[in-house]
């Protein structure tokens, strides 16, 4: 492309923001565009330089990457998009509405058009949906300085060139991978398969999942994974920039999940107050309709309560530590799940594993209550009555089966969540703690009936 440059009619904004951001990398100006209003951004975007715009909304980090290339004359954001990488090209177009999404696809050129089709076609958090089509292949019969030169010339229109994929010349099926590294060390008049990699080449299925994805990467060490179809053919691939952008996203969405509301989709900062509201009151309702079982729960013990007052002492005791025994194990599971760790089928050998992993901590716990009874009642700080030791008992005992039983609801909740095909992190650490503080109560004055049954009650 010859023209190196938009029309200057935003020119000074542009320049302003340059001389003021001089010196910095592209994150820091990316960070700087951030903090500008969409029009703001969208006139200095078109003051740039096209190369220094285009590294710019290159990066997944800039928001409103849509909404600025929506409101620019769609001249300019050809420029754009025909600079930009074809996946990040695809991720923008999706955010747009139908109409304004038809018209800048409209803009671009039928080669450009056809990646991009085919890359928004996938499904998203699968390798297909993140791959990029921009990657350096070459002919199994070619040298190591053809294949030099030909890095080269396409370097700068290329994802990355730090792997190059040989083809076999009739079917164009992939292979091997030659590193870029070993390309450089290689005799110039050799054959390219000498510096190619031996055995066959790692590559993922265009369906697979993020997740899978990235333990491929992280297993075989790579920069970039081929994405290859049913004969071999190399549709994209991804790179380890893409999975970390992608399970960053990921990453962020299922903590907020896990903090008991909807993810947000969008920075802390730049959604509304209607919209906060809507993500947060739903499940804050929900929680709190679960907690009023715990008035349920102690309505149903009130004779007792009546009877006992000091049991009352020790029920916030008792419904923190169910919960948070429980939090703990969904935590873990969660985790697991998602590094792989865990299969669906490995639920079983979690619960024999959480078993008597909640007697031993509900034991811990219940002998440091029973302790604080006992040194309490003795250093005279609270009188817990004539039966005091019956009371200490109660709740070492009931301590061991609540966190028990919190233990095994955290950890067997994601495994449910996983079989009805929801995602594991809906299992909020405030969910089950209001689950357990339900049953926690229940445990407690069943175990206290049990225990102080002809004394106290």
């Known amino acids: 492309m010859n023209i190196n440059r938009f029309p200057l009619r935003a020119g000074h904004a542009a320049r302003a923001f340059i001389n003021n951001s001089r010196g910095a990398t592209i994150a820091e100006r990316v960070e700087s565009l951030n903090a500008l209003s969409i029009q703001e951004a969208g006139r200095v975007l078109t003051g740039m330089p096209l190369d220094y715009a285009v590294n710019i909304l290159d990066r997944p980090e800039l928001r409103n990457a849509a909404e600025i290339l929506a409101l620019i004359s769609a001249e300019d954001a050809a420029r754009l998009l025909h600079g930009m990488s074809n996946d990040r090209v695809a991720d923008v177009l999706l955010e747009l509405d139908g109409e304004t999404r038809a018209r800048l696809f409209a803009s671009l050129d039928e080669p450009v058009r056809i990646a991009i089709q085919h890359l928004m076609g996938y499904p998203p958090r699968t390798a297909g949906g993140i791959m990029t089509t921009e990657f350096v292949s070459v002919p199994v019969s070619w040298t190591v300085a053809q294949t030099l030169d030909h890095v080269r010339q396409v370097e700068r229109s290329r994802e990355t060139v730090y792997a190059i994929y040989v083809l076999d010349e009739v079917s164009h099926a992939l292979m091997h991978v030659v590193t870029l590294r070993r390309l450089i060390t290689g005799e110039p008049d050799a054959s390219i398969l000498s510096v190619a990699q031996k055995g066959n080449p790692v590559s993922a299925d ?57 993810a947000l989709g969008q920075p802390y900062m730049k959604i509304g107050f209607a919209g906060m509201i809507r993500k947060r009151a739903g499940w804050l309702a929900a929680l709190f309709l679960g907690e009023m079982l715990t008035a349920s729960a102690m309505q149903h013990f009130e004779g007792e309560l009546e009877k006992a007052v000091v049991l009352t002492l020790f029920i916030p ?3 923190s530590s169910g919960g948070n025994s429980g939090s703990q194990a969904t935590s873990l599971i969660i985790r697991a799940l998602a590094l792989g760790e865990l299969k669906l089928s490995d639920w079983w050998k979690v619960l024999l594993r959480e078993l008597p992993t909640g007697i031993v901590l509900g034991a811990i716990l219940g002998l440091v209550g029973f302790i604080r009874i006992v040194f309490w009642q003795s250093a005279g700080f609270y009188d817990y009555g004539p039966h005091w030791q019956m009371v200490a008992v109660t709740v070492f005992a009931a301590l061991i089966g609540i966190v028990t039983f919190g233990s095994i609801c955290g950890s067997m909740l994601p495994f449910l969540l996983q079989k009805l095909r929801l995602d594991p992190a809906s299992a909020s650490a405030p969910f089950v703690a209001t689950l357990v503080d339900v049953t926690g109560l229940v445990i407690y004055f069943s175990v206290a009936l049990l225990i102080l049954s002809g004394t106290l009650l």
């Open 317 to 319: 005791l008792i419904m």
């Open 206 to 262: 265009p369906l697979m999942k993020q997740e899978d994805v990235a333990r491929l990467i992280r297993k075989h060490d790579l920069l970039a994974l081929p994405v290859t179809d049913e004969h071999g053919h190399v549709l994209g691939i991804v790179t380890v920039d893409d999975v970390i952008d992608t399970m960053i996203s990921d990453t962020t969405e299922a903590a907020q999940r896990f903090g008991g509301m909807e």
